[in-house]
């Protein structure tokens, strides 16, 4: 199985901070990485797809980076709604493996 | 709107079985992928199952093959979860998830609870 290894695991970051997540795969996995948000007690919402393609609807303050082993998630200026906790995703091949998540937390 | 509903959850005892079912809507059902996800209290996300669209070839993690079975009515925009020799370890939210393409989620069901204890 395809392992994925996030970090860091927690944040603490103020409104109009950038930020970046990183999510690495055990083995090359292309450019099949996806990006999800999470509040809780809610559903996940996908934000990027294919590694940097953005979901349809979703602020273009988040991007995606990366190919092969290692991935990024960014945000370019951190909004109140944006601290929720992020993971990645492989979707190279089954079993489809998330990261352990990043909480990102108001300073 | 393209929506998904479970249904199902509950609490069942060690060795017992559980039916969930998502309820799909607002988008042609048949043509996409669909997917379980289940998230233990306080962890992270785990992908437990996936369907795909025309030729319903399943896929399964490995902590639940040979225990949980997949599959979807086309005639009613359904999909289920089988799932039979419960564990304490399969106590989560189980969501059930639209596969955009590429194996990426881009609708997710409110998801439904599934306890698993004596």
């Known amino acids: 199985d395809i392992q994925m290894t996030q970090s860091p695991s927690s944040l603490s970051a103020s409104v109009g901070d950038r930020v970046t997540i990183t999510c690495r795969a055990s083995?090359?996995?292309?450019?099949?990485l996806n990006w999800y948000q999470q509040k809780p007690g809610k559903a996940p919402k996908l934000l990027i797809y294919?590694?940097?393609s953005l979901q349809s609807g979703v602020p273009s303050r988040f991007s995606g980076s990366g190919s092969g082993t290692d991935f990024t998630l960014t945000i370019s200026r951190l909004q109140p709604e944006d601290f929720a906790t992020y993971s990645c995703?492989?979707?190279?091949?089954?079993?489809?493996?998330f990261g352990r998540g990043t909480k990102l937390e108001i300073k | 709107e393209e929506q998904l509903l479970e249904s199902g959850g509950g609490l069942v005892q060690p060795g017992g079985s559980l039916r969930l079912s998502c309820a799909a809507s607002?988008?042609?059902?048949?043509?996409?992928?669909m997917s379980w996800v289940r998230q233990a209290p306080g962890k992270g996300l785990e992908w437990v199952s996936a369907?795909?669209?025309?030729?319903?070839?399943?896929y399964y993690a490995d902590s639940v093959k040979g225990r949980f079975t997949i599959s979807r009515d086309m005639s009613k925009n359904t999909l289920h979860l089988q799932m039979n020799s419960l564990r304490a370890e399969d106590t989560a939210v189980y969501y059930c998830?639209?596969?955009?393409?590429?194996?990426?989620?881009?609708?997710w069901g409110q998801g439904t609870m599934v306890t698993v204890s004596s």
């Open positions: 998830a639209k596969d955009r393409s590429l194996n990426a989620f881009d609708i």
């Open positions: 607002g988008f042609t059902f048949s043509s996409y992928a």
């Open positions: 369907i795909t669209g025309g030729d319903a070839h399943t």
């Open positions: 083995q090359n996995i292309g450019n099949y």
């Open positions: 294919a590694a940097s």
């Open positions: 995703q492989q979707s190279y091949s089954p079993p489809y493996t």
